[in-house]
């Protein structure tokens, strides 16, 4: 009986630690894994020059974001040279996004 005793509290404390260190997913966790302008900025632009075009732009985007990516990007390119630079992504990154929070809250 004492054996018994022994692995089912053995059995229960490997049960109770493992759910204890389980992570649990806070906002903190997930500050690498947000997608901020310079990270979109660093994954499109494939060719390194600094600026984003069109079809680096839409690469990767999903059937959703390609429907108004034309749109979407002439918003971005506020000079109209036809490329994106990385100020004009982080200053319309808001509206891109509909998220209203400041641009410089996001770059952290």
Known sequence: ??????YSTLFCMAFGLHFMSTPVMSDEGNEDRKWTPTKMFEKKDTNKDGFLTLEE????????FLQNA????AKL???HDDKV????LKAGWADMTR???KSSSLEK
């Open 77 to 79: 390119d506020t000079n």
């Open 99 to 101: 998220n209203k929070k």
């Open 1 to 6: 009986m004492p054996r018994l005793y022994f």
């Open 57 to 64: 732009f839409k690469q990767g985007g999903n059937k959703k």
């Open 70 to 73: 034309d749109n979407r990007f």
């Open 85 to 88: 630079s990385p100020d004009e």
